[in-house]
Every structure is written in structure tokens, then in C-alpha cells.
């Protein structure tokens, strides 16, 4: 099975593009990790780079009534800009049973180490 996300890979550049263009703040911890660094490559070694995110994860398309994969992830309304720290510590988790929501039981999420470069 191919991944639904980048079955119309078009409409997912367009989509990250129009993310990255409002310049919102993170829509996981909502700020409380700073700012976005939308012109850093998106990888573990820029934990605050943007990525994209789905609010209600893809994999779990049948359980939101999508009609499949591919709608849920092509979804303009299922997107939101996101720190890559953030949605590495949410998983394919909602955003109501996500770590930090800070609910009993919940695993603390560790702070990322970021460094704004030689000085």
C-alpha cells in the first residue's frame, strides 16, 4: 500500500506552502516551545523545524468517517502547522490524548536542545 499522503503529492505541496506562508504557531504545544523555524530542513536535528500535521491521524481514517486514507490526508481542514518535535512526541495520537495534555499517567515529554547558531 502506498502512503495516502503523498498519493497527490500536488495538493500536499500546495497545502504545506499555504501552511507555511500563514507562519502559525505550532497548533501541538501552541507556542511553548517558541516559534516555528520554517527555513530549517525538517528533521530531528532541527527540533523546531515545520512539518505538517494531521489533527486527526491519517491511520485512523475509518474511526473519524473518512472515506479513506487518501481523504483524510488530503483534508485542508485536518492540517496544521507544527513543530518536528512536537508531532514526533504526538504519534498517530489526537490531540486529546496527546503527552502533553499533562493527563494522569501521561509520559513527561522532554524538552528538545536547540542552539540559534554560532556566536
Known amino acids: 500500500m502506498t502512503n495516502p499522503r503523498y498519493a497527490n503529492g500536488n495538493l500536499r505541496r500546495k497545502h504545506r506552502e499555504r501552511l507555511r506562508a500563514m507562519g502559525c504557531e505550532c497548533g501541538i504545544c501552541h507556542g ?3 516559534p516555528i523555524h520554517y527555513d530549517e ?3 530531528a536535528q532541527h527540533p523546531l523545524s515545520f512539518v505538517v500535521d494531521e489533527i486527526r491521524p491519517v ?3 475509518r474511526q473519524f468517517g473518512y472515506p479513506s486514507a487518501r ?7 485536518n492540517l496544521q502547522a507544527a513543530h518536528y518535535f512536537c508531532n514526533a512526541q504526538k504519534g498517530n495520537k489526537t490531540g486529546q490524548n496527546s503527552p502533553k495534555t ?15 547558531g554560532e556566536w
Open 41 to 43: 530542513p525538517s528533521d
Open 59 to 61: 491511520s485512523k481514517w
Open 32 to 34: 511553548r516551545f517558541g
Open 102 to 116: 499533562g493527563k494522569k499517567g501521561a509520559k513527561p515529554c522532554r524538552i528538545p536542545q536547540v542552539s540559534d
Open 71 to 77: 481523504a483524510a490526508a488530503e483534508d485542508w481542514t
